[in-house]
Every structure is written in structure tokens, then in C-alpha cells.
């Protein structure tokens, strides 16, 4: 093992809260990364002294007036902050639209520096927005959340007003200089294990509208894992969103702690230990996630002829094949491993595949089980973060994207829609369930915009030359089937509604509730790749059992429609 940093940062709503209690002003108003306890908690502490404090979070600050200040009513007309884009400042919005149905949210134009202007009735209210412009890793100039301090004395006078470094600023900055400056190899993987462990207080506020969380833990890690890729990629000479990198595994595990932040990061030749949770009882009922056992024992009563593949880190890739004479198909989930609906949707619909007799068809339940485990065990700490660190393989690249041997992961999907002759591979797929932000580096996922909110189930359809009206006819076919669940219907109603009030008009066909993206592919493989994405990665309960009894009725569906199709 190598420690690339081990540090401590001070807590600065402790540090504040000393400052001015030794130093008392007669007012002050401060924005931090914590959540609205112990920002309370300190204000009682300032009042004792004399001190009149307001302190708010710099973390959403609009969606967080309303949550604590002022709910809405009626309708309400919002001015964005006069930088960045005005879709920044939408989506920073979000979910108002969902969590409040019964007020209306008009956005405007902005026109002053950092601040929105909430007019409802015949008041209009300030609201702050906390940023600053700073260059990134990438050596971009982007404008992100930070905190500040605006204090006054006795008589009104302003005394400060400007950023206050955060120790969750403070923290990231050091993680990531900290991995920049490293003397990495020449060749890849760099490492097996990056891991950054941090401890430190922020936010953690579920909300009441779907799985919506504010999280700035959540934050962290997803900032943590893309920024260091992206970092990585640019040191290799390769564009921001490519997929083939392979500097290792990336392990950030954020944790909560309420006092002065930690970090430790570091690298070693052993990958990330193990720890698998308890599992559900069944597969039709199931409210969370498999184990790795149960999805190997499920295949096992599946019967057929069993497939094994190996990943990076040597762990076994399960599949079956079924024999039959209708033309075959290949199942697959999990290649983003913490998009787990799909591996319970798979192996539902390979048991009532095989019960009717249903043809030709392999299942690959769970594509990339190295980054399973990763998922399990960061589950463990926090159940209802993406992990988005679990997404890509054991040596950091998407298995879908390899190129060149040794193909590893990839392989069990190669060698058996080449052995089958299939000429449909459905890849069941998830994506994140709430909000999706790097606010230490930007606001909006890099690379990932379209994806940073819910907009309920969809298709994806990629097709082959020659074969576009067919294509378009089938998915088209197979969103019409997947609308008639109400279940279904209303969940995508009420989400894509949410995207639209924050997003605008969708820039997808949306058929009936459903959305579905259909394009030409010019890569080998099978004529058609059905791809379904479901809101799933932080789910659980009732809201998992219909990601993954949607994800099975998908490929059910997909399967009848394909050979009726071809026939």
C-alpha cells in the first residue's frame, strides 16, 4: 500500500461558531455544506452571544429557501442568477416542480449576479446562489458551489462578504491534487486500488418525492470518481468522454462524521475487500439487490447448459443457454453494475422463457461482476448513494467499449451471441433514481447532462444498416405494450412532467409514456441492441419490485416481438 495523503480539514461551522463567539458581530449570514440541524444548533449558540446568525445551505440553495423558509404558493415566478447557462440554473431548481404540484413555477432570465429573485403574491425574495469561478482538473474555468460569509456591525455597515472556504471544498481540492500530482506508470492500469476514504459532516436530506436526497456526501464521491477519470484520460491524450481508459480500480468511500473532516488516499496491488449484504427471499418479490450467491443459485434452477466466463479480478461470470428452434436471443445486465433492476428483471424473464418453451435465448444476469461487489459493499455504509464508482469494470473502463484482448468481462457476451447466431441482444440498464450532481467541479455531471434527473423508464434501440424501419416499428411496438401497466404509466408521468417543468421539452420521442431514442450503430454485433434504462440505483421496496417487474415484462415483451418480427 502507498499513501498518496492522509490529512484532517477543521469543521467550519465549528470554526465559525469559535471565531464569533470570541469575536462576537452583530449579524451575520453564512452558507455551508451542512445540513439544517446543526446550522440551527449553531445559531442558538451565536444568539446566546449576542450574535443574530442566519445560516443556510450552499448546497441548492433555492430548493433549500423553500424547504425552510418560504413554500411556495400559487404561482411563482423565478429569475435566475444572471451567470452560466439558464438550464443550470433549472436543473439546480429541481425537483420544486415535483415536490410542490400545486404551485407553478415560471423561470425567467437572469439578470443579477448569483442570485434568483422568488416573486409569490406581491412579495419577491432574494435568494443567494453561493458560487465562485475556479479551474478545475482539467484546467476548465467553471463556475461551482462554495460558502460565504456576509457579517455586519452595530450599526449596519458591512464587515466581510465573500467565499468562505468550506471544508468539503478544502477536502476535494486536496483528493484531487493529491491524485495529480502522483508519478503514475506509462502503462495502464495504473494502480488496482485507488481508494479515498473520507469522514466528514454535510447533507443528507431525503425529501418526499420519489427517491429524491440531497446528498453532498453523494456528491462527493460522484465528483471524486469522474473528476479523477477525467483527469486520468486527459494525462493519457484521450477525450473526456471516452470509455477505454483502464487506470485501475477507483474507490471513494464517503462516510459520515460530525467533526473535523479526513482523508486518506491511496493505492495497492489488492483489490477492495468484500461485503456481501443479506439478500431478498424471492425474485417476484424482491425489495433490494440479489447477492452474488443467489444469482449464480437462481441460474442453477434455470437449468440448460451453463456458461462460465471469468472478470479482471477472477471472479466467475455465470450464464445459461437455453435451447430451443425459435431464433435466439441474448440477455444480458449489469454492465453498469450498481444499476442492479436488471439482473432480477433478466432472470425473472428467463424463468418464464424456459417454462413456455420459449426458443433459443442465453442470460448473462450480472455482465460485470467485479463492480457488483464493489456495489455491495459501499451499499453497506450508504444504501441510497448512486456509487457510481461500481459503473465500470475492475480496471476502470466500460466492458461495452473494449476493443482489443483480453477481452475479460466482454467476452461472455461475445462468445455467446456468436455461438448463438443471435440477432437481438437486450442489455438490461438502470440509471440514477434521483438527482445526479458534482457540485465541486461544475454543477451537471460532465458528460452526463441528459441523465442528471429522472425522466421515468425508457428504450433505447441500436440497429444495424438497413434494418431502421424495423427497428422503429418494434420499439415503437414494445413502448406501446410497456404503457398499458398503470403502474408504469404513472410513474413516468409524474417524472417526466418533473423533467419538463425543469428540463424543458424532451429532445427524444416520448410514445405515449414512454421515451425511446432509436439510432444506427456502426459496430459489430447483433442487427438490433435493445437497451432499457430504469431509474433504479438507490431504489428499494415497492419501487424496486416494479424497476425490476418492468425490466422483465421489457424483455418478455422484446422477445415475442422480435420473432413475430423476423418471421
Known amino acids: 500500500m502507498t499513501i498518496l495523503l492522509e490529512a484532517e480539514f477543521p ?13 462576537p458581530v452583530a449579524r451575520l449570514d453564512a452558507w455551508l455544506f451542512e445540513d439544517e440541524a446543526p446550522r440551527r444548533a ?27 423558509e418560504a413554500p411556495p404558493a400559487g404561482t411563482v415566478t423565478v429569475t435566475l442568477p444572471a451567470e452560466d447557462t439558464a438550464m443550470r440554473w433549472r436543473l439546480e431548481a429541481y425537483p420544486l416542480a415535483g415536490l410542490y404540484p400545486a404551485a407553478r413555477f415560471d423561470f425567467a432570465a437572469g439578470i443579477t449576479p448569483l442570485s434568483y429573485a422568488v416573486t409569490m403574491g406581491q412579495h419577491t425574495y432574494p435568494v443567494f446562489a453561493p458560487n465562485r469561478r475556479r479551474a478545475d482538473h482539467l484546467g476548465e474555468n467553471t463556475l461551482s458551489p462554495c460558502g460565504w460569509l456576509r457579517t455586519w ?21 486536496a483528493g484531487m491534487q493529491a491524485v495529480l500530482g502522483h508519478a503514475w506508470p506509462a502503462s495502464q492500469p495504473y494502480f488496482t486500488t485507488l481508494s479515498l ?56 468511500d464517503i462516510r459520515r462524521f460530525d467533526g473535523p473532516a479526513r482523508l486518506r488516499v491511496t493505492t495497492s496491488d489488492q483489490p477492495p475487500g468484500e461485503y456481501i449484504l443479506s439478500g431478498p427471499a424471492t425474485l417476484e418479490a424482491a425489495d433490494r439487490p440479489l447477492t452474488p450467491p443467489q444469482i449464480r443459485q437462481a441460474l442453477e434452477r434455470l437449468g440448460g447448459e451453463a456458461l462460465l466466463f471469468r472478470s479482471v479480478q477472477g471472479r466467475p461470470i455465470h450464464g445459461r443457454l437455453i435451447g430451443g428452434d425459435a431464433p435466439a436471443v441474448v440477455i444480458t445486465a449489469a454492465q453498469h453494475a450498481n444499476e442492479t433492476s436488471g439482473v432480477i428483471g433478466a432472470l425473472r424473464a428467463a424463468n418464464r422463457l424456459q417454462a413456455e418453451g420459449a426458443g433459443v ?9 467485479d463492480g457488483y461487489a464493489l456495489h455491495h459493499r459501499l451499499r453497506a455504509a450508504n444504501p441510497r448513494h448512486m456509487h457510481h464508482a461500481a459503473r465500470y469494470t475492475a480496471l476502470g473502463d466500460d466492458l461495452e467499449v473494449r476493443e482489443a484482448p483480453p477481452f475479460h468481462e466482454k467476452q461472455a457476451r461475445l462468445d455467446t451471441v456468436g455461438r448463438t447466431g443471435a440477432r437481438l441482444h437486450i442489455n438490461l440498464h ?24 429522472p425522466k421515468g ?42 423533467w419538463a417543468a425543469h428540463a424543458g421539452e424532451p429532445g427524444f420521442l416520448v410514445r405515449d409514456c414512454i421515451p425511446c431514442m432509436i439510432s444506427e450503430a456502426a459496430r459489430p454485433g447483433p442487427d438490433f441492441t435493445l437497451i432499457t434504462e430504469y431509474p433504479d440505483e438507490t431504489i428499494s421496496d415497492a ?11 421489457a424483455t418478455l415483451a422484446a422477445v415475442r416481438l422480435f420473432r413475430e418480427m423476423i418471421r
Open 11 to 23: 469543521r467550519t461551522l465549528d470554526a465559525l461558531v469559535a471565531r464569533f463567539l470570541a469575536a
Open 430 to 453: 438502470g440509471y440514477p433514481a434521483h438527482e445526479w450532481t458534482r457540485p465541486f467541479s461544475g454543477y451537471l455531471p460532465r458528460g452526463f447532462e441528459l441523465w442528471t434527473i
Open 543 to 553: 419501487p424496486f419490485v416494479l424497476a425490476h417487474t418492468t425490466q422483465m415484462r
Open 457 to 498: 423508464f425508457f428504450l433505447i434501440m441500436r440497429h444495424a444498416q438497413g434494418v431502421a424501419a424495423q427497428a422503429e416499428a418494434f420499439t415503437l411496438a414494445l413502448a406501446d405494450e410497456l404503457a398499458s401497466d398503470p403502474a408504469l404509466r404513472a410513474h413516468n408521468e409524474t417524472q417526466l412532467a418533473t
Open 42 to 68: 449553531a445559531e442558538r449558540q451565536l444568539a446566546a452571544a449576542g450574535v443574530q446568525a442566519k445560516l443556510r445551505s450552499a448546497y441548492k440553495p433555492l430548493l433549500h429557501f423553500f424547504l425552510e
Open 197 to 252: 476514504d473520507a469522514d466528514l459532516p454535510g447533507i443528507e436530506r431525503p425529501l418526499p418525492y420519489h427517491d429524491e436526497v440531497l446528498s453532498t456526501r453523494e456528491a462527493l464521491h460522484e465528483d471524486f470518481y469522474f473528476s479523477i477519470l477525467e483527469a486520468l484520460k486527459q494525462r493519457a491524450g484521450l477525450a473526456a468522454a471516452d470509455r477505454t481508459l483502464q487506470p485501475g480500480q477507483i474507490v471513494p
Open 153 to 173: 456591525d452595530a450599526e449596519g455597515h458591512p464587515i466581510e462578504d465573500g467565499p468562505l472556504q468550506t471544508e468539503a471544498e478544502t477536502l476535494f481540492a
Open 361 to 369: 435465448f442465453a442470460v448473462i444476469p450480472c455482465d460485470n461482476p
